[in-house]
Nanobody
Framework: QVQLVESGGGLVQAGGSLRLSCSTS????????MGWFRQAPGKEREVVAE????????YYAASVKGRFTISRDNAKNALYLQMDNLKPEDGAVYYC??????????????WGQGTQVTVSS
């Protein structure tokens, strides 16, 4: 059974930091791209950051570039998102996802249940 489980969400003041983690099991995700997505109330789900299979290439949405850092530890089957200088508009449910290709930009087949991030002004 494939599982992706996010953790690390919570309430933080604007300007603060959070680190999201995603643990994976049931499949070897080390050979596949992974990503973080978010969905705020009333809005469509959007990509936040993606990372290729070996961590060598990353992609960030313009709104988070320079503030968020995606990373992975394939030995631990884990994906991370370091979020710094958080803004109220970053508040959303954050999801990790695993792709069907080694490279970012492809289809994502597996999703976690999400973790809530709330940023107070």
């Amino acid at each position: 059974q494939v599982q992706l489980v996010e953790s690390g969400g919570g309430l933080v003041q604007a300007g603060g930091s959070l680190r999201l983690s995603c643990s994976t099991s049931g499949r070897a995700f080390s050979g596949y791209a992974m990503g973080w997505f978010r969905q705020a109330p009333g809005k469509e789900r959007e990509v936040v950051a993606e990372i290729n299979w070996n961590g060598g290439t990353t992609y960030y949405a313009a709104s988070v570039k320079g503030r968020f850092t995606i990373s992975r530890d394939n030995a631990k089957n884990a994906l991370y998102l370091q979020m710094d200088n958080l803004k109220p508009e970053d508040g959303a449910v954050y999801y990790c996802a695993a792709g069907s290709s080694p490279f970012a930009g492809g289809k994502y087949n597996y999703w976690g249940q999400g973790t809530q991030v709330t940023v107070s002004s």
